[in-house]
């Protein structure tokens, strides 16, 4: 009797195309250089943090005798802390006051103004709204710093530089974040849940405030984010439009406590200046912290049945 040999045929590469668990959110594809680029950019988003949290251990003698990215033997952050905040009668905390001010004031009054224009053009027709979205997008593509010097010889011509109006004021406007409400208010808030409270009789201002608003939240915050990062760190307009150092920003007074090194007389306070910069960023971090878990999309999904 002739053996028989049963041979077991090796799947296809169709078959074993259709075997593969398909990608999906829960399951998403793994790709190895993505993974490795991921990893470089956050060793370069990181490495500069980690420099100035170590460097701001360190005193003024030892920012020179170690390296750079780890600690002296001479560990003097509560020291450099206290320092700062009473350096020159304590005009650090004048200068963080000052920020505050100007965040609160511009970058509040940014995110007011676009959700509320963001809303209007997203949910209202009107004569021109084709005009205004080419202004908006144009007014998008041009950088601050070219307003900067057109804006300064109109405030000076009012008589508002070197007060904080010349900073607050242009602050306000916020053409991106213009934008990016319309754009949210547009797919967030359905159509017909703004007709279902005019039925029932809801004003404008009031169906603004109890529908659209909760809808927008995420947008909002989105917004506030950007336009908050933007004043905390805003540099050129505060320099040219303010010159008494009582009302510096941040970014201004810390670079003039860095040029004292090169001014004749003047006294070297580099650990001052890292411990300042490490103070300074610690109100972004806890604000991303706090806000990032209004980061979600999608709020009005459900809200209508089709």
Same mark, same amino acid.
């Given at each position: 009797?002739?053996?028989? $040999?049963?041979?077991?045929?090796?799947? %296809?590469?169709?078959?074993?195309?259709?075997?593969?668990?398909?990608?999906?959110?829960?399951?998403?594809?793994?790709?190895?250089? =993505?993974?490795?680029?991921? %990893?470089?950019?956050?060793?370069?988003?990181?490495?500069?943090? +980690?420099?100035?949290?170590?460097?701001?251990?360190?005193?003024?003698?030892? =920012?020179?005798?170690?390296?750079?990215?780890?600690?002296?033997?001479?560990?003097?952050?509560?020291?450099?802390? $206290?320092?700062?905040?009473?350096?020159?009668?304590?005009?650090?905390?004048?200068? =963080?006051?000052? $920020?505050?001010?100007?965040? &609160?004031?511009?970058?509040?009054?940014?995110?007011?103004?676009?959700?509320?224009?963001?809303?209007?053009?997203?949910?209202?027709?009107?004569?021109?709204?084709?005009?205004? #979205?080419?202004?908006?997008?144009?007014?998008?593509?041009?950088?601050?710093?070219?307003? +900067? &010097?057109?804006?300064?010889?109109?405030?000076?011509?009012?008589?508002?530089?070197?007060?904080?109006?010349?900073?607050?004021?242009?602050?306000?406007?916020?053409? #991106?974040?213009?934008?990016?409400?319309?754009?949210?208010?547009?797919?967030?808030?359905?159509?017909?849940?703004?007709?279902?409270?005019?039925?029932?009789?809801?004003?404008?201002?009031?169906?603004?405030?109890?529908?659209?608003?909760?809808?927008?939240?995420? %947008?909002? &915050?989105?917004?506030?984010?950007?336009?908050?990062?933007?004043?905390?760190?805003?540099?050129?307009?505060?320099?040219?439009?303010?010159?008494?150092?009582?009302?510096?920003?941040?970014?201004?007074?810390?670079?003039?406590? *860095?040029?004292?090194?090169? $001014?004749?007389? %003047?006294?070297?306070?580099? *650990?001052?200046?890292?411990?300042?910069?490490?103070?300074?960023?610690?109100?972004?971090?806890?604000?991303?912290?706090?806000?990032?878990?209004?980061?979600?999309?999608?709020? +009005?999904?459900?809200? &209508?049945?089709?």
């Amino acid at each position: 009797m002739a053996a028989t $040999t049963t041979r077991t045929r090796r799947p %296809g590469p169709a078959l074993r195309q259709r075997r593969r668990r398909p990608h999906s959110v829960n399951h998403p594809r793994r790709s190895t250089l =993505l993974t490795v680029l991921t %990893g470089l950019v956050l060793v370069y988003s990181l490495v500069p943090l +980690a420099w100035l949290a170590i460097n701001a251990t360190k005193t003024q003698p030892g =920012l020179f005798d170690s390296f750079g990215l780890w600690f002296d033997s001479d560990f003097a952050l509560w020291s450099n802390i $206290t320092d700062t905040l009473t350096y020159d009668d304590g005009v650090f905390v004048r200068w =963080l006051l000052n $920020t505050l001010l100007y965040v &609160v004031a511009g970058a509040g009054g940014a995110t007011f103004l676009a959700v509320l224009g963001g809303y209007a053009l997203a949910k209202f027709q009107f004569p021109g709204k084709r005009a205004v #979205f080419a202004v908006v997008i144009g007014a998008v593509a041009v950088p601050g710093t070219a307003l +900067a &010097v057109p804006t300064f010889l109109m405030f000076s011509e009012m008589g508002l530089t070197n007060t904080p109006w010349a900073v607050i004021i242009p602050s306000l406007i916020s053409p #991106f974040g213009l934008y990016l409400m319309w754009v949210f208010a547009a797919d967030a808030i359905p159509g017909e849940l703004l007709e279902a409270a005019r039925i029932d009789g809801a004003s404008e201002l009031r169906t603004f405030f109890r529908v659209s608003l909760p809808l927008m939240a995420p %947008g909002i &915050v989105t917004v506030l984010l950007f336009t908050m990062v933007a004043t905390w760190n805003n540099y050129f307009l505060p320099l040219i439009m303010i010159k008494d150092p009582d009302w510096y920003p941040l970014t201004l007074g810390l670079n003039a406590w *860095n040029a004292q090194a090169s $001014t004749a007389g %003047g006294e070297a306070i580099f *650990n001052l200046v890292i411990t300042g910069s490490l103070l300074t960023i610690l109100p972004l971090i806890v604000a991303f912290l706090l806000l990032q878990r209004y980061w979600q999309s999608g709020l +009005a999904a459900g809200s &209508v049945k089709e």
